[in-house]
């Protein structure tokens, strides 16, 4: 039995005025592992935008988790992005304070008040990716793979329903790449469910899975030949 | 070499609170001088008020009783301020030290007359009571006339009227370039960091939890600039004391006391405001409208 995440049917992007993706129609089910393909500037990172709330979602029908894209209100906003984990290209780590700091700021903002609790929860994911010695740091003093893997940490803090990873490894190296992709990987089967937007076609044939397009304004699904 | 890093990344950020602070402790400092001049300037156009001599003269036939009642029933008027009777005598002698010889061998007989010297309280310093205050002492038989300076009193209310319209405007542009400065400072430190502000907005912050750190320092960045401006009007008050001691600014304690806190508030009121608004505009930008 699988159960839904994210659904969008006829769905318009917009980047402003101007159409980037049309006629989208997707699903997503709890456990899958998706990826969103294309070339730079063809829609996919307005695509995950719009999932998040950071654009609107004007055309279409569009769900995700609990909430309804079309009606979403300004002040839904934030409660929608405590059950997603966003991860991005640049990390967007909070860069004035330590990876501890960084977490538990996340943690206050979305309720938690118990501070045992909180230390507990962090412990747990910086343990999931492997850094959990790496607390006391300040983000600047980490590599780029590091960054991205507390910035994964992060995503996970709140045990989100669906994580929206765009371009996570676009700013790594090859080899960290298949790091960061190892941790995405093992969360996968751990059960998260996991919409990942890329253009590193290497991480697809060592990591097949469903794939995404994104061209010429529609997203169409590919089917990958077994190597 | 990650401490020099820290350590220059603090001095940075000092050096950036510290342009804020000055700028609240500048603009409230002139603040509180504006709010001082306004506080005196209503003292001294009152000292000036209480002044104004309005003199009640009597016949020489006015019996001792009848001129006591008046006295008292003037004294009892919640206008007055003082009454004070000046027998013929007294003023002749007064006349005489302040002209120097006695005009009394050249007359042969005092021409003056017995009068009651009434001063009103600054507030009812106006034509129409003084003219009240004229019908009423007219009644009796026993008053010859009402005497006042119409014009002296005609120009002190009008000038009073001027000074205050200017010093309130005064104080109005004041506070409009406390307000715009303020913001403009906070502004600044608020949008160097609004990428921050973007990123605790993807991870779920709600607008308010995000705001309460930005303001809460905001306010202690006001509370210190107000802080530095009170030092500053406190030396200007000791100051101001010791060289105009007929101010007698040691009794209006409660009203500078009042103007220190308001000053104070102020502080805190306009770095609030500030914040709050230079901070809701970048949480309600969307992430392409922040480069």
């Not at chain 1, 962090?122 to 980490?142: A, Q, R, S």
């Not at chain 2, 005092?110 to 003219?131: G, H, R, W, Y």
Request: net charge positive; hydrophobic share 45%; charged share 25%.
């Amino acid at each position: 039995m699988s159960q839904t995440v994210l659904e969008l049917k006829d769905a318009s992007i917009f980047q402003g005025e101007s159409l980037v993706l049309s006629n989208v129609n997707l699903q997503v089910n709890k456990g899958d592992f998706v990826y969103l393909i294309g070339k730079t500037g063809s829609g996919k990172s307005s695509f995950m935008k719009t999932l998040y709330g950071d654009l609107k979602l004007t055309q279409g029908e569009g769900h995700i988790v609990d909430f309804n894209l079309r009606t979403l209100k300004e002040k839904e906003i934030p409660f929608l992005r405590r059950k997603l984990g966003i991860v991005f290209q640049d990390f967007k780590l909070l860069t004035d304070r330590t990876i501890n700091d960084n977490l538990t700021f996340v943690l206050k903002a979305t309720g938690w008040k118990d501070k045992d609790k909180m230390k507990e929860r962090i412990e747990t994911v910086l343990d999931k990716v492997g850094m959990k010695t790496k607390g006391f740091k300040f983000p600047h003093e980490l590599s780029g793979g590091e960054q991205q893997r507390i910035a994964i940490a992060r995503a996970l803090l709140n045990e989100p329903e669906l994580i929206l990873a765009d371009e996570p490894t676009g700013n790594l190296d090859p080899q960290t790449s298949i790091e960061v992709m190892e941790v995405l990987q093992d969360i996968n089967k751990n059960g998260n469910t996991i919409l990942m937007a890329t253009h590193d076609y290497a991480l697809l044939l060592k990591y097949p899975s469903k794939t995404l397009k994104c061209d010429d304004n529609k997203v169409f699904e590919v089917v990958q030949r077994k190597s | 070499m990650s401490s020099s890093f820290d350590r220059y990344q603090k001095r940075r950020l000092i050096s950036s609170y510290f342009s804020v602070v000055i700028s609240i402790a500048l603009v409230l400092f002139l603040l509180g001088i504006v709010g001082f001049l306004l506080l005196n300037a209503k003292k001294v156009t009152d000292f000036m008020k209480e002044n104004v001599n309005v003199t009640v003269y009597l016949k020489d036939t006015a019996k001792d009783v009848e001129i006591k009642q008046l006295e008292k029933s003037l004294a009892l008027a919640d206008y007055v301020k003082t009454t004070d009777f000046v027998s013929k005598d007294d003023a002749a002698e007064a006349m005489k030290s302040e002209f120097g010889d006695d005009f009394m061998d050249l007359v042969g007989y005092n021409p003056l007359q017995n009068s009651i010297d009434v001063k009103l309280k600054a507030d009812f310093l106006t034509n129409e009571k003084l003219e009240e205050l004229t019908a009423l002492a007219q009644e009796k038989s026993f008053v010859d006339e009402v005497k006042y300076d119409e014009s002296l009193v005609e120009l002190i209310n009008s000038n009073v009227k001027k000074i205050s319209f200017w010093v309130l405007l005064l104080s109005a542009i004041f506070t409009l370039i406390a307000v715009l400065l303020i913001n403009s400072s906070i502004r600044l430190s608020v949008y160097s960091k609004r990428f921050t502000i973007k990123t605790m907005q993807m991870v779920g912050a709600t607008k308010s939890f995000i705001r309460r750190p930005f303001v809460w320092k905001s306010i202690k960045l006001g509370i210190l600039g107000a802080v530095v401006a009170l030092i500053g009007l406190g030396f200007v008050v000791y100051y101001v004391d010791k060289m105009f001691p007929e101010l007698a600014l040691r009794q209006s304690l409660v009203l500078i006391g009042g103007l220190f806190l308001a000053v104070f508030l102020l502080g805190i009121i306009i770095t609030w405001i500030s914040t709050h608004f230079a901070t809701q505009r970048f949480l309600n930008l969307k992430t392409d409208q922040l480069y």
